[in-house]
């Protein structure tokens, strides 16, 4: 069974700091995502990975995928209180064009001012 | 890209009823998802929905208690039958475009 793990699960930082979040998977895949909920919402793309050394960026977040060792990371680079979010990674097991992407737990952020 | 629109955005219903979601999307797709995000979870996939044929359910999710409509390559329907409090949760529906995953604005539900 795949299993998509994220950590921490709960972080809580200063703003200006940096930080990682990592998530960690079971299975062979070169596909992942990482998605943005904010409470009482849906939840939104923020950056899709398709290759192994896969590394995009948008404003203070950066996302990096290493196939080889089924983790990807995402970056937060002077954090501020906007980014105060949950973060959820999601793989796709790559079973046969089902598109059946597997979520990671979240890691739940909050930047305090 | 996709916008997907869904209704109810919100439902308050009593245990041992049924409601039926409504998933919309704006351009023509051949899967849809349905997926359940329990309060402080994840999201747990519920069943594909494919035009044409039955939908294929997740372990631990049946047909009788979430029957799913799909009628056309732009429209769904997931119904929470027979409810219960376990049942309180936001559902979302998705679909994917060019690898790309979009996902509706969800559906809460509470049961009491």
């Known amino acids: 069974e795949l299993k998509v793990e994220q950590n921490p699960l709960f972080l809580s930082m200063q703003e200006g700091k940096n930080y990682t979040i990592y998530c960690n998977y079971s299975?062979?895949?070169?596909?992942l995502y990482w998605y943005r909920q904010d409470p009482g919402k849906s939840l939104e793309s923020l950056f899709v990975?398709?290759?192994?050394?896969a590394v995009k960026q948008e404003g203070r977040l950066m996302a990096s995928l290493d196939t080889k060792a089924r983790l990807s990371t995402l970056h937060i680079t002077a954090a501020v209180h906007d980014l105060s979010a949950t973060y959820f990674c999601?793989?796709?097991?790559?079973?046969?064009?089902?598109?059946?992407?597997?979520f990671g737990t979240g890691t739940r952020l909050k930047v305090l001012a | 890209s996709a916008v997907i629109s869904q209704k109810p955005s919100r439902d308050i219903c009593q245990r041992g009823t049924s409601l039926t979601i409504q998933c919309q999307v704006d351009?023509?797709?051949?899967?849809m998802f349905w997926y359940r995000q329990q309060p402080g979870q994840s999201l747990t996939l519920i069943a594909t929905?494919?035009?044409?044929?039955?939908?294929?359910?997740e372990s631990g999710f049946v047909i009788d208690k979430f029957p799913i409509s799909r009628p056309n390559l732009t429209f769904s329907t997931l119904t929470v039958s027979n409810m219960s409090p376990e049942d309180s949760s936001i559902y979302l529906c998705?679909?994917?475009?060019?690898?790309?995953?979009?996902f509706g604005p969800g559906t809460r539900l509470t049961v009491t």
């Open positions: 998705s679909v994917v475009v060019v690898y790309e995953q979009y």
């Open positions: 299975t062979t895949s070169d596909r």
């Open positions: 990975l398709l290759s192994n050394g």
């Open positions: 999601a793989v796709d097991p790559l079973t046969s064009g089902t598109y059946k992407y597997i």
């Open positions: 351009s023509q797709v051949t899967m």
């Open positions: 929905a494919n035009q044409g044929s039955e939908a294929t359910y």
